[in-house]
């Protein structure tokens, strides 16, 4: 130990070695390739396995281990208990280490098909893709489809780490062999660099140090060359972009706008512009608290002063006055869905680009990619793992690049908003020019100067539940009270729309979540219309029930639940649906062999089995009175 | 007043009236700091109720000082919220107190008297148990006694493998419960916040940061730490193997074992008869940081409530530990 050395010594020799600072990079390979074991050696080369950690390492190898008497380094990394018991890793790991030149973060994911998503996450972070193939399998279908994802995800540098050499006698023709297979593929896609290396993982061949079984390859070892690798971009040619975080305002002589500089670099006295709202300022100060800074550039946290006040929120992107990003509601963009519930082209959802969250939905599904190929399918859907090319729709125009220029303003994660989970990923491609062709046009006639001559306000008054609920039976006689007393109505239910507007839509959930958005729209032209409007629909998803509701104002919506038991309805079956359903006759049933998802909470929840029609449409009569609808 | 409470106050007006001149930050650290930052910001914007779970130790002693940096020239805007077991080292609640005081910030601290009245304690109580009334269940009973909706946790993805899978926002359900399987995916820096009422997300502003960088970092931008961290003569007991400091007199020693001093220090700082001491002579920053660069125990090895089997931190984060 060197404990003479005064702090100004240590520190000077610890900032130089951290020098190149951070990489970030992936491994990605089946089970079988050896990834974990190539984590673990490098971090047992790196002197970053502690001796305690050693022993419980040995204890652990004895009783889950695969690699005999000798220690799993696999074990290591697979952190979950449920993971290492079945021997294969589900989740990403990240891993530290650091060496005299540059610390690294290596996310570990897995392998299989089924684990796209887990590979997507943990490049969407990293500089550079370690990609593992078995020097005995050579190239196989999974390794191109690692290539594919790392490409998509906008990783630029690739190391084709061909592994297990000692299993093919260090034979230096089938290295090659195995590299010239794997560039007819990588060549064509966006690489900066592609680095081949032979290695075995196992024994430590040319992964720190170089190897004496295969003298004929004079390239670096793994570690040299992720110690050395440029990965930055070319910082200084990328256009400014500061997504505003938070607003910081101690007091009232400071209004500052906190964030990381995104892309590009600012200096003070250049002017900046807000994306959305075009308005211009100069920027006065770079304020630390280390003190003010002159510039700033891609990746510092800091926060930016103006000369002057200018509406500036959480969401907005400043830019610099000459190169600004796309601002649209409509964009294409490549989508990887993350979940077990299916992408459905018309369903809403929320989009989180930055600090910007708008809800959003998908106006059509061009294709989706053969995850293995990347060859382009028809499809009306996506599922778990799968990736699509979509054209998306949102609520109010966003600020973006493409994500092939600035990933940070190109990317957003969709998120599903009944169960706030994260259900996709997307990367934009462009935005769509006719979004900025399509101006409203500010009417003279309102909604409310029409609803007025009518003396009503209008409504939508959804009715959901089961066939066979009763939902037609009371809508029909709801509307006959309405007209009676002067009310303007119109009815819109399966008959009137399925034989015309929709008759190009069957049962599938695709089908049933467009359905409900066309019906769902032309509700809300009739409430501009100043109508109240009765919708009768099984609906079965809360998701478009609640899509409908946001097309109109708050309290412009009633959600009458027309709740019967299922073997009422069936014994109802008004329509002989139920017996066809039975027979096999009719598939996607709702209540049958298709789900129905509950109201949580309707504006009404009448229970037909012990109520009559008459009394149900009563209730439905006085809620619109309660909800001062009917003047 | 004592060194380390001179230290704290001069600390404190750096964020003031004396910003500190100094060289420029390691390129990593300086790369970490940023991402932190940035999450604390995310989190400053998206949630109503935000807390830092302080524990004063080392990492909250940086996740403190990344929060100062991250609202300059505001003050962080959210309390800090420590769980005191009862149990902590005497120069961490002085070191807590004084520097919450100077830095002008509101401290929340959460003792579960009901296990203070039944008596549990870390030695006779055993540490599980201690460890689950005395600290997870005061947590879970700040949480919900506060509402808060996010809180963060110093809590690195290098110190134990269960951690190292975890999401830098960490989903809690209604229970406080962590759910390892069903993690929602994290890409890029785009964290979904979104949850109902009840549910709160623990955000680890520190995840990719190792312990040396840690240190690194307090060493570069001399971040004072509680003296225990550093090397001094100090009265001890060995049990099983390992050191204890004895910091008062609840800590009674059994036939055969005699207190003796030691020159010891810390490598991580809990209830100080479950925190097991290094003999050191590393007395200084500098010190500690070349003995981090040829350490050969990792930092979790003195703490005794890992130890049971592998896989157990795993077991305590799924019933709501931090």
Redesign the interface.
């Known amino acids: 130990m060197r404990l003479e050395e005064t702090r100004e010594q240590l520190v000077e020799r610890l900032t130089r070695s951290g020098d190149k600072g951070v990489l970030r990079f992936i491994t990605c390979g089946s089970v079988d390739d050896g990834k974990s074991t190539l984590i673990g050696r490098l971090l047992y080369d790196s002197k970053l396995i502690f001796e305690d950690q050693i022993s419980t390492l040995e204890k652990d190898s004895r009783k889950h281990g695969t690699a005999g008497e000798e220690i799993d380094f696999a074990l290591l990394l697979d952190g979950l208990e449920a993971e290492r018991e079945q021997g294969i890793t589900i989740d990403v790991a990240y891993r530290f280490f650091n060496t005299e030149t540059r610390k690294f973060v290596v996310a570990d994911t897995p392998g299989h098909e089924q684990y796209t998503r887990n590979m997507a996450t943990g490049a969407s972070t990293a500089d550079l893709a370690v990609i593992l193939v078995d020097a005995r399998k050579g190239v196989l279908v999974q390794t191109l489809r690692h290539t594919y994802i790392a490409n998509m995800m906008g990783i630029r540098h690739v190391v084709l780490a061909v592994n297990k050499m000692d299993l093919v006698d260090h034979s230096r023709a089938r290295f090659h062999e195995i590299v010239a297979e794997y560039l007819k593929t990588a060549d064509g896609l966006n690489f900066e660099t592609i680095t081949a290396i032979p290695m075995s993982a196992r024994y430590g061949d040319n992964v720190s140090h170089t190897s004496e079984a295969m003298d004929w390859y004079t390239g670096p070892t793994l570690l040299a060359h992720l110690e050395t690798v440029e990965t930055a971009r070319d910082e200084a040619s990328q256009p400014f972009r500061f997504p505003v975080q938070w607003v910081n305002r101690p007091n009232l002589d400071f209004r500052g706008f906190s964030g990381t500089v995104a892309s590009g670099q600012i200096a003070v006295g250049d002017e900046i512009v807000v994306a959305a709202a075009g308005t211009r300022a100069v920027l006065q100060r770079i304020v630390t608290a280390d003190g003010d800074q002159e510039a700033a550039r891609a990746g510092q946290a800091v926060t930016l002063v103006l000369d002057r006040e200018i509406d500036i929120s959480r969401g907005d992107v400043l830019s610099g006055a000459d190169d600004r990003p796309q601002v649209s509601s409509q964009f294409a963009a490549e989508v990887l869905w993350m979940h077990t519930d299916e992408m459905l082209p018309g369903r809403s959802y929320l989009l989180k680009a930055g600090g910007q969250t708008t809800p959003v939905s998908v106006t059509t599904l061009k294709h989706k990619l053969d995850v293995n190929t990347f060859d382009k399918e028809p499809a009306r859907k996506l599922e778990l793992n799968e990736i699509g090319v979509c054209n998306l729709s949102t609520s109010r125009p966003i600020a973006f690049d493409a994500y092939k220029d600035i990933r940070e303003t190109g990317s957003f994660i969709l998120i599903d908003r009944y169960t706030n989970l994260t259900v996709g990923a997307g990367m934009i491609e462009f935005g769509l020019r006719r979004a900025t062709n399509v101006h409203t046009h500010a009417m003279d006639v309102t909604k409310t100067r029409r609803a007025e001559i009518k003396h009503q306000k209008p409504a939508i008054l959804w009715f959901t539940g089961l066939s066979g609920a009763g939902k037609s039976t009371i809508a029909n006689l709801v509307e006959r009270k309405l007209t009676e007393a002067g009310h303007h109505t119109y009815s819109l239910d399966g008959d009137n729309v399925r034989h015309g507007l929709n008759k190009d839509l069957g049962f599938t959930d695709a089908d049933r979540v467009e359905n409900i958005r066309r019906i769902g729209e032309v509700a809300r032209l009739f409430v501009d219309a100043g109508m109240i409007v009765t919708c009768s629909f099984i609906s079965p998803f809360r998701s478009e029930r609640r899509m409908v509701r946001e097309l109109v104002g708050e309290d412009e919506f009633i959600e009458v639940f027309v709740d019967a038991p299922l073997e009422v309805c069936i014994a109802r079956d008004p329509k002989g649906l139920y017996k066809k359903a039975q027979a096999g006759e009719i598939k996607n049933f709702t209540g049958f062999d298709s789900p129905y998802e509950a109201p949580e909470s309707p504006e009404l929840h009448v229970r037909t089995a012990d109520l009559s029609a008459e009394d149900a449409a009563e209730q439905v009569i006085e809620e619109l009175k309660k909800a001062g609808r009917l003047g | 007043m004592s060194d380390i409470q001179q230290t704290l106050r001069a600390y404190a007006e750096?964020?003031t009236t004396r910003?500190?001149e100094?060289?420029?930050?390691?390129?990593?650290?300086?790369?970490?700091?940023?991402e932190s930052?940035?999450i604390m910001?995310?989190v400053?914007?998206e949630f109503e109720r935000p807390v830092m779970l302080y524990s004063i130790g080392k990492d909250s002693a940086v996740m403190l000082h990344l929060a100062?940096?991250?609202?300059?020239?505001?003050?962080p805007p959210f309390p800090l919220q420590h769980v005191d077991t009862t149990w902590k080292f005497k120069d961490m609640i002085t070191y807590r107190d004084t520097l919450a005081e100077a830095l002008g910030l509101e401290l929340r601290v959460e003792i579960n008297e009901e296990g203070v009245a039944r008596g549990i304690n870390p030695i006779g109580s055993g540490s599980n148990l201690h460890t689950q009334v005395m600290k997870t269940e005061a947590l879970r009973n700040a949480m919900n006694k506060h509402r808060y909706d996010a809180a963060f946790g110093g809590a690195r993805?290098?110190e134990e493998?269960?951690?190292?899978?975890e999401r830098i926002f960490s989903f809690r359900d209604a229970n406080h419960g962590w759910d390892?399987?069903n993690?929602?995916?994290?890409?890029?820096?785009?964290f979904?916040t979104?949850?109902?009422p009840g549910e709160s997300i623990r955000v680890f502003p520190l995840?990719?940061w190792?312990e040396?960088?840690i240190w690194?970092y307090i060493?570069?931008e001399d971040i004072p730490i509680v003296p225990l961290y550093l090397a001094a003569e100090r009265p001890t007991v060995e049990r099983n193997g390992q050191i204890f400091m004895l910091d008062d007199d609840r800590f009674p020693l059994e036939p055969g074992e005699t207190a003796r001093q030691r020159m010891i220090r810390f490598r991580t700082l809990g209830c100080y008869p479950l925190t097991a001491a290094v003999e050191s002579s590393a007395a200084?920053?500098?010190?500690i940081?070349?003995?981090m660069l040829?350490?050969?125990?990792?930092e979790r090895?003195g703490r005794l409530i890992d130890h049971d089997e592998?896989?157990s931190m795993?077991k305590k984060k799924r019933e709501g530990y931090f």
């Open positions: 750096r964020f910003p500190r100094r060289a420029p930050l390691s390129a990593h650290l300086r790369e970490l700091e940023a930052i940035f910001r995310e400053a914007a100062l940096k991250a609202f300059y020239p505001s003050r993805r290098d493998k269960s951690r190292a899978k390892p399987r993690q929602r995916p994290e890409l890029w820096r785009t979904n979104r949850m109902k995840s990719n190792t040396l960088d690194q060493l570069e200084t920053l500098e010190d940081v070349m003995e040829t350490a050969r125990t990792s090895s592998s896989g795993e």
